[in-house]
Nanobody, 118 residues
Framework: RLVESGGGLVEPGGSLRLSCAASGLTFSAFNMKWFRQAPGKEREFVAQISNTGRNSDYADSAKGRFTIVRDSSRAMVYLQMNNLQPEDTAVYYC?????????????WGQGTQVTVSS
């Protein structure tokens, strides 16, 4: 099970940190990922971090603004989002996958809403 938290309303240029708590799975075996889905759009990849935490990968829209980290001792993964813009408004989902392939995910969370607006 994956449970996201930390979403909310923020002004343009602001920051949020999303959290994802994992339970019921061998956390250290999974690559952890963040996706988002804006209204009327398909779900898109945002960032991922390898099961060891040594490697990470970002969508072009996230590079330089978002940072993904994991705390394996707590089975948590975080997405630090800085300089948020209105186009970042979406429901953000956490996922876990044995594969590094963005499309291969074994578990999904329920999502947390991020709204960027003045």
């Amino acid at each position: 099970r994956l449970v996201e938290s930390g979403g909310g309303l923020v002004e343009p240029g602001g920051s949020l940190r999303l959290s994802c708590a994992a339970s019921g799975l061998t956390f250290s075996a999974f690559n952890m990922k963040w996706f988002r889905q804006a209204p009327g759009k398909e779900r898109e990849f945002v960032a991922q971090i390898s099961n060891t935490g040594r490697n990470s990968d970002y969508a072009d829209s996230a590079k330089g603004r978002f940072t993904i980290v994991r705390d394996s001792s707590r089975a948590m993964v975080y997405l630090q989002m800085n300089n948020l813009q209105p186009e970042d408004t979406a429901v953000y989902y956490c996922s876990a996958g044995m594969s590094w392939n963005h499309l291969a995910n074994d578990y999904w969370g329920q999502g947390t809403q991020v709204t960027v607006s003045s």
